[in-house]
């Protein structure tokens, strides 16, 4: 595999003479504060966050030129994170030091929205200058950019990186290094595509990487393509479970994996932010390094979108549906009678550590408030701490992240320092607080087919067939019980499950019936929101980004599109599918979390 470096952008980004920008991820040093990509759509950039679950984290510093002696006023942008919740001073804190002295303003624990805060002002003599960020809570302090200005006003320009440099001449873009991503990257480079694999974090695995922690879903080795799945049995992880420790999840593994293939260049902490089209084709991608801000565009006959979001496909144009579809629309009995936003949510998961002597943690209550009946007595939250099923996934993404980490803080704040009988709690410590929120659902992307409950539960087998789905239909619900103590504050979820006989899913639901070279694989395929219930989990997903690699290989022998495989092609993609692009012969170490008892199997 070939590794892309990119080249460092200036730390220090003058506007003017008297104006110095800091994009904060950019920090030379980020000491205990962690980049946050997650909202970059939004905001333009990643931000540094002081993720250190009630203690302090450590500074992080930087350097920087300053050309000319003056007094100079320093700004952060930043975000008081509770203030959806309440008009209480937020517990964000933080200041900013330059040359060692700190300056007086306490910042990110006022105001309502993203904005420009004043740290203070000094003389700064030219030369180099030293910018520190000092942590004071722990609890999860923002900070997007600093200016310095010799003006009193905040900045009101946010400086923009160059155009984008080529990243290289491949025969397939895959964006997203999840499961779906690197079994679509892998399948197609062993078949002889040139792929480059895009990648918005530094680990690989998407939600099952050791920064979510959910543990590998679904059944391989089973329907009419048994040898599909054997890519799982290279790199997935042999032990299940959710919210273990980061060993658990082996993201060496998956890097090891990833990089044996000569045919892949990863693209690692890069964030697809635009699409050049060419009438119905996608002809580039536009990615932006969470940390450098700088932009290279990938240039490809095709590309897959495992991005989990759909975010290649929204980005160019392609249908979509978004929430639950109305009954009439597919006759699905599952389906609510009429239509509306509602999705699964995503998961802010949680763990404790028994250190057997008292530890204490800090008092923390921002807008919700727990009793003895109503706070939650355990020690760890797994899948369960769900939130934002009635918000949207996508526009208030942070919004719901936020709102996973104060339930988890509050309540645990609760059980150290409220709860009657806290003896089991004396000795626990909060050990690892997920900040990278698991997402089950946001945008679905539309195929040539939709997957409908009706074709699962018939089930309705079309000649296009591929992976075979296992899991039951696994559709999230606020808990009852959690919405009696916070109507519409619900972070605890139930599940309703049907099982169903393992279903091929149709090759059709796994490009664009609109953007002529787009691929999808993952949980954004083209299926209702009742059909996602089975196909999202990841060996599932996996599976499918294997047959999207098959098809992509397909269509550079061919120099054709997705749709011409169905049309022209099939035959072709099943002999594939019978042989598979993993290695044939591997005992099946894939047994864990496999779902509910299957009706019959179909061959």
Known sequence: ????????????????????????????????????????????SSYLLAHGMGKPVEDAVTQLDIKQEGTYFVWAHTYNWTSPWTDKEGPGKFQISVNGTRLPNILGCRGKSWEWQMAGSMIIPAGKT????????????????????????????????????????????????????????????????????????????????????????????????????NLLKEFGPLNGGNAKPATQYEDDKKAAFVAA???????????????????????SV???????????????PLFADCTGDGTVGYLAGADYHMGREARDEFNEPGAPEKGDKLTMGSSVQWYSKDWKTETSFPEFSYGIEFTDQS????????????????????????????????????????????????????TRSLDWVAYVAGKRESRRLLGDHILTENDLREPKIYDDGTAATTWSIDLHYPDPKNTAHFPEREFKSIAKHQNIYPYPVPYRCLYSRNTDNLFMAGRNISVTHVALG??????????????????????????????????????????????????????????????????????
């Open 261 to 283: 293939e000569k045919n892949i260049t990863l693209f690692p902490n890069y964030h697809v932010r635009a699409v050049k089209m060419d009438g119905r084709r996608i002809e």
């Open 375 to 426: 706070c939650e007595k355990v020690t760890m939250g797994e899948w369960t701490w769900e939130t934002g099923m009635n918000f949207d996934q996508i526009n208030d993404f942070e919004r719901i992240r936020d709102y996973g980490l104060l339930v988890v803080y509050s309540n645990w704040s609760y059980l150290k320092n409220h709860l009657s009988n806290n003896e089991q709690y004396r």
């Open 534 to 603: 089975t196909t999202r989990v990841m060996r599932t997903t996996g599976m499918l980004g294997e047959v999207v690699g098959m098809a992509a290989d397909i269509c550079r022998r061919h120099n054709s599109q997705p749709r011409s495989v169905y049309e022209k092609y099939l035959n072709e993609l099943k002999e594939l599918m019978k042989k598979g692009t993993g290695l044939r012969g591997l005992p099946n170490n894939q047994k864990y979390n496999q779902g509910g008892t299957l009706q019959k199997d179909i061959n």
């Open 130 to 229: 030293t910018i520190a960020l000092h942590d004071l809570t722990g609890f999860d302090g923002r900070c997007d950019a600093i200016c310095l200005t010799t003006r009193s006003q905040p900045p009101s320009i946010h400086p923009v990186p160059g155009p984008p440099v080529p990243a290289g001449e491949f025969d397939f873009v895959v964006c997203g290094g999840g499961i779906a991503g690197i079994c679509a990257a892998v399948s197609a480079a062993r078949l002889g595509c040139r792929v480059a694999l895009i990648n918005d974090r530094p680990i690989l695995g998407g939600c099952n990487s050791s920064e979510v922690r959910v543990h590998l879903g679904g059944r391989i080795s089973i329907g009419p393509y048994p040898e599909l799945g």
């Open 1 to 44: 595999m070939k590794f892309h470096l990119a080249s460092t952008m200036l730390m220090g980004l003058s506007l003017a003479a008297s104006e110095l920008w800091i994009e904060t991820e950019q920090f030379s040093q980020k000491g205990g504060w962690v980049v946050d990509q997650q909202f970059m759509d939004f905001m333009g």
């Open 286 to 300: 536009i990615a932006r390094h969470i940390e450098t801000g700088r932009d290279i565009a990938f240039t490809a």
